[in-house]
């Protein structure tokens, strides 16, 4: 089983994808780069956690 994802981390994720949706894909580093662009997040790792759980969402709606 794996972890579960604070809601601030979903809440940012899903925020960014309904604003900016068509800048995301499934791929991860891609979306770790525009998370990068589009948010004023200082840390990498909450950065990753956010651009992992975009990831996983655009790869769930696209099923």
Do not use: C, W
């Not at 089983?1 to 068509?22: C, F, S, W």
């Amino acid at each position: 089983m794996g972890q579960v994802r604070p809601t601030y981390i979903k809440r940012i994720a899903i925020e960014l994808v309904k604003n900016h949706g068509d800048r995301f894909t499934d791929d991860f580093d891609h979306n770790k780069l525009q998370v990068a662009e589009l948010t004023d997040v200082s840390s990498i790792s909450m950065r990753n956690r956010i651009s992992g759980y975009v990831t996983r969402y655009r790869k769930q709606e696209q099923a």
